[in-house]
């Protein structure tokens, strides 16, 4: 089980549907437009074939609170930050480390994408990890934890997510 997680409105669920589509091979010709989302209230279950089937948890940014009921059977965990919006991420930052502190999270690989890097006004990576000690928070993690920059709207960076999974659930059961 791959957890997916972050800030309300981050992105999450166009985020999994764009992996969906082409992990599916229904990406070839390109990803289209982006299909219509709504904000996850709750929790959504998808299934993508990276290789082998992997399951996505998807829990709607209001669900914060009640995250850690989830932790049980996750093997990799999503982080979605939201890069053109810098007012956000310092609630994302303590999200993040309140995962990172999870004893049943101990063990997960994260990835932490910051999304959105099609909009004029996103911060770069190394803006964002300035600007939340990102070095040292992965410094002190437990976790092996890698970073990407993403746009779930046109697609960029999507393959790299996508092989990043291949990688982390090859071996899993």
Not at 116 to 142: F, G, H, N, Q, V
């Amino acid at each position: 089980m791959c957890l997916l997680v972050g800030a309300a409105g981050v992105g999450k669920t166009l985020l999994v549907k764009r992996l969906q589509k082409l992990s599916s091979g229904d990406g070839e010709g390109g990803l289209g437009e982006p299909p219509p989302t709504r904000p996850t209230v709750g929790t959504n279950l998808t299934d993508i074939v990276a290789h082998r089937k992997i399951t996505i948890r998807e829990l709607g940014g209001c669900m914060s609170p009640i995250w850690s009921s989830y932790y049980g059977n996750c093997h990799s965990l999503l982080f979605v930050m939201d890069a053109s919006n810098p007012t956000q991420l310092s609630a994302s930052c303590m999200q993040l480390l309140g995962l990172l502190s999870a004893e049943e999270l101990s063990k997960a690989s994260v990835l932490i994408l910051f999304n959105k890097i099609d909009l004029p006004c996103y911060m770069t990576m190394e803006e964002i990890k300035s600007l939340i000690r990102l070095p040292d928070i992965i410094a002190c993690a437990k976790q092996n934890i890698t970073t990407a920059e993403i746009s779930a709207r046109n697609g960029t960076g999507l393959a790299t997510v996508l092989l990043w999974l291949q990688e982390q659930h090859k071996c899993s059961s």
